[in-house]
């Protein structure tokens, strides 16, 4: 558990309301289609303003990761050596995480992960990653 906590304002609420219900959604803009992440007042493609949330299948791959041995941050030093991932969605959006599940020297670029929603409290849930075993 950690005590940093994302800011929630009117444009990533419908993100962190979805993992609290163990679904990933993301919003795609009305105009071009783009999944926009991560999310803000407009669209990074063609500027639109309207956007519509959509489930995404929670599946990725590994595009890159790090390890950390030494902490970030004061309550992470329990937790090293953690890694952090870039993750990039089936559909499309990349996006930084964690990999749990697999020992840090099973992580490779290219690994099928699923979406792992870590509850931290009734508020709070990260989105982090495990190992892809099978397709849904
Ligand atoms: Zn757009």
Same mark, same amino acid.
């Given at each position: 558990?950690?005590?940093l906590? $994302?800011?929630?304002?009117?444009?990533? %609420? $419908?993100y962190? %309301?979805?993992l609290?219900e163990?679904? *990933?959604?993301?919003p795609?803009? &009305? @105009?071009?289609?783009?999944? #926009?992440f991560p999310m !803000? $007042?407009?669209?990074?493609?063609? *500027? !639109?303003?309207?956007? +519509?949330?959509i489930e995404?299948s =929670?599946?990725?791959t590994?595009?890159?990761?790090i390890?950390?041995?030494?902490a970030?941050h004061?309550?992470l %030093?329990? &937790?090293v050596?953690y890694n952090? @991932?870039e993750i990039t *969605?089936? +559909?499309?959006p990349k /996006?930084i995480?964690?990999?749990? !599940?697999?020992p840090?020297?099973e *992580?490779c @670029? =290219?690994?099928?992960v699923a979406?792992y929603?870590?509850? &931290?409290d009734?508020e /709070?849930t990260l989105?982090r990653?495990k190992p #892809?075993?099978?397709? @849904?």
């Amino acid at each position: 558990m950690t005590d940093l906590r $994302p800011p929630i304002d009117r444009y990533n %609420a $419908p993100y962190w %309301a979805g993992l609290r219900e163990q679904k *990933l959604r993301l919003p795609r803009c &009305q @105009a071009c289609g783009h999944l #926009q992440f991560p999310m !803000g $007042p407009c669209c990074s493609k063609c *500027l !639109g303003e309207s956007f +519509e949330w959509i489930e995404c299948s =929670g599946r990725g791959t590994i595009w890159s990761y790090i390890v950390y041995h030494h902490a970030f941050h004061p309550s992470l %030093a329990d &937790q090293v050596p953690y890694n952090v @991932a870039e993750i990039t *969605l089936e +559909e499309g959006p990349k /996006l930084i995480s964690n990999v749990v !599940g697999v020992p840090i020297d099973e *992580l490779c @670029a =290219g690994m099928s992960v699923a979406a792992y929603f870590d509850r &931290q409290d009734d508020e /709070l849930t990260l989105l982090r990653f495990k190992p #892809q075993t099978e397709r @849904a």
